[in-house]
């Protein structure tokens, strides 16, 4: 039989969708069924706070967006499923 790999914890860092005076960032990630967001003042925080989370808790993939909703830039920590180097 099969070794079942465990399920990936993907974090997304996004702009909060709240208008306010200055933009805050959050990461929102799954527990369970339960949807997480934690907020950041920046999004450099944002990204390095969700960057150590993911770290800690393999595997992992860190998604960054930009303002307009684009993925910006991904991370992803143990089982790397790309075969490409790079």
């Known amino acids: 039989m099969a070794e079942r790999k465990p399920k990936r914890t993907v974090y997304h860092v996004t702009p909060d969708k709240q208008e306010t005076a200055t933009r805050q960032w959050q990461v929102q990630h799954k527990e369970g069924r339960h949807e997480v967001r934690e907020p950041h003042g920046t999004q450099r925080e944002a990204i390095m706070a969700a960057r150590q989370q ?6 992992a993939q860190v998604v960054v967006h930009g303002t307009d909703g684009r993925i910006r830039t991904e991370y992803t920590y143990g089982d790397d499923p790309r075969n490409i180097p790079g």
Do not use: S, V
């Open 54 to 59: 993911a770290k800690q808790h393999k595997p």
